[in-house]
């Protein structure tokens, strides 16, 4: 199961990683970060490599084991 790992002070929501892993990052209105929805650990590692990579800031670390 992988750790996923927002940075918050890294984190500008371009919502790049939402686009790409909707069922595991979110933007909440009125909210300018991205967060992890409950089920996001159930995601396809490979989708979630993407969406860190992806990432223009690197705010999104994937530990996977």
Do not use: N, W
């Amino acid at each position: 199961m992988p750790k996923i790992h927002i940075d918050e002070d890294l984190c500008v929501g371009t919502g790049d990683c939402v686009r790409i892993a909707p069922d595991a990052f979110v933007i909440a209105d009125g909210d300018d970060l991205v967060s992890l929805l409950p089920q996001a650990d159930q995601e396809s590692d490979a989708l979630l490599r993407k969406a860190a990579y992806d990432c223009p800031t690197g705010a999104i670390t994937i530990e996977v084991s």
